[in-house]
């Protein structure tokens, strides 16, 4: 089943979630919405909302659900990315690698997965 795109909020919340959790929402709220200046029952809204996406599944420990993300963290930034790369980008990786290439903050480890990925794809396109 696809899972609803999240709005960039709930993204944030997404990525604290798969970054932290299993959590409370009272953790949450003492964290993240402190942070962004919301309310407890404001972050329950969200993580409830996400829960209903299929983001965020919940369990019952000692009496208080704690949530937790339906996927790791890199597969939601894979995710996220690639959903943005469709709908705002028409498809096109294009403009996104321009954007990469103007970057001036890349690290050494993160151009080395770079070149891993550019390998990656010229060999699914020699195989093709």
Do not use: C, N
């Amino acid at each position: 089943m696809t899972r609803p795109p999240a709005a960039a909020q709930e993204l944030r919340f997404l990525r604290f979630v798969a970054e932290h959790g299993p959590i409370t929402v009272g953790q949450v709220a003492e964290q993240l919405g402190h942070e962004l200046g919301v309310a407890r029952s404001t972050v329950l809204t969200v993580m409830e909302r996400l829960r209903r996406k299929g983001h965020l599944k919940r369990r019952r420990k000692d009496g208080v659900f704690v949530y937790s993300s339906t996927v790791g963290l890199d597969r939601l930034l894979q995710d996220t990315v690639g959903q943005f790369v469709e709908r705002s980008l028409g498809g096109s990786v294009l403009p996104f690698a321009a954007w990469l290439s103007q970057r001036v903050d890349v690290s050494a480890a993160e151009l080395s997965e770079l070149r891993s990925i550019v390998a990656r794809l010229k060999t699914r396109k020699e195989d093709a």
